[in-house]
């Protein structure tokens, strides 16, 4: 099976740009979430979709959102970019435990997007 | 504050040498994963233990957990060169807001073995 595919992998914008990232999940997976990673943060969990619904949402401004497509496929959208916004970006999927979200399996990660905001 | 905190936060060692890392968490947790993160890179998932598991095993890796006094450690034996990498811990929570788990990440252990 192909893995999890994030696009693009490496994108530069300034302030105030917004920006829009894809994450393709492995087949069979409904399950996506997103993290961002930083430095001095580390991993931080910004939300999760299962059947194009958010089950779960981080504590991010509104700033930051996404969407679920029919095929699983999954974007997140940043507008009004700040600098504190780069970081890599990157995208899980997992076979959900049961469809009321009890328990995270083993996630799948793509290779991230790095975002570099100017 | 992180949910899964590691320690140590950098370790180094030679090779053959065993590497192990701690985690230490705050509340009760569906499951404890480790992780894998070469430079940047993706996660790579080494291993689950369930809350009900007390130690788990695959290849190199031993993993414990102990609830009581929430914590887990991971165990790499032999160490080789192609080990190096940053370890995660990911404690599983159970939302009652949401009604939904959420995986929530350690700042991690940078893991540095010299040939």
């Known amino acids: 099976k192909a893995g999890v595919t994030q696009t693009p992998r490496y994108l530069i914008k300034t302030r105030g740009q917004q920006v829009t990232l894809s994450c393709s999940p492995i087949?069979?997976?409904?399950?996506v979430s997103w993290y961002q990673q930083t430095p001095g943060q580390g991993l931080q969990f910004l939300f999760e979709y299962f059947s194009e619904t958010q089950r779960n949402k981080g504590n991010f401004p509104g700033r930051f959102s996404g969407r679920q497509f029919s095929n699983s496929r999954s974007e997140m959208n940043v507008s009004t970019l700040e600098l504190g916004d780069s970081a890599l970006y990157l995208c899980?999927?997992?076979?959900?435990?049961?469809?009321?979200?009890?328990?995270?399996?083993?996630?799948?990660f793509g290779p991230g997007t790095r975002l570099t905001v100017l | 504050s992180q949910q899964g905190e590691e320690d140590p936060q950098a370790l180094s060692i030679q090779e053959g040498e065993n590497a192990t890392m701690n985690c230490s968490y705050k509340t009760s947790i569906n499951n404890l994963q480790w992780y894998r993160q070469n430079s940047g890179r993706g996660l790579v998932h080494l291993i689950l233990?369930?809350?009900?598991?007390r130690e788990k095993h695959s290849g190199r890796l031993r993993v414990t957990l102990d609830t009581s006094k929430k914590s887990s450690s991971l165990l790499i034996t032999a160490s080789r060169a192609a080990d190096t990498a940053s370890y995660f811990c990911a404690t599983d929570l159970y939302n009652m807001n949401s009604g939904y788990s959420t995986l929530t990440f350690g700042k991690g252990t940078m893991l540095l073995v010299s040939p």
């Open positions: 233990i369930r809350s009900n598991e």
């Open positions: 087949s069979g997976h409904r399950s």
């Open positions: 899980a999927s997992s076979l959900a435990a049961s469809p009321g979200g009890y328990s995270y399996n083993e996630q799948f």
